[in-house]
């Protein structure tokens, strides 16, 4: 299966549900989950906020990502942890070396796109 349709049946249980986007248990943004799309790096979330107007919101792909549903809970986490990446011979210190620039806030971390209703 294609990346692109594994993003696409992996929100299809989220569509129009209204929707948490969690960081650091953080709620970033609340919605209606209208549409998933997907272009070159970024994945596209477009939601209608609770006052009715309607935003696009772009993710970086992750690493990785699961989904979790069941009857009373279901999510997708994105997965940005460098271990998600492989477990090659290098050191994963390299490819987040600070002293030139300052790494994606999502490095190292999970974003957790949760259905709320």
């Not at 970086?60 to 979790?68: A, W």
């Not at 994105?78 to 050191?91: H, P, Q, R």
């Amino acid at each position: 299966m294609l990346i692109s349709e594994k993003i696409e049946t992996t929100f299809v249980e989220l569509l129009q549900h209204n929707i948490d986007i969690v960081f650091n248990k953080k709620i970033l943004k609340t919605g209606r989950l209208l549409l998933i799309s997907h272009k070159t790096t970024m994945i596209t979330l477009t939601m209608q906020l609770s006052d009715g107007s309607i935003k696009a919101y772009d993710l970086p792909y992750p690493f990785d990502f699961r989904y979790h549903g069941n009857e009373s809970d279901k999510y997708v986490m994105f997965d940005y942890s460098l271990t998600a990446v492989g477990t090659a011979n290098y050191n994963l210190n390299d490819l987040t070396d600070t002293s030139k620039h300052k790494p994606h806030r999502f490095i190292n971390n999970n974003i957790i796109i949760k259905c709320i209703d």
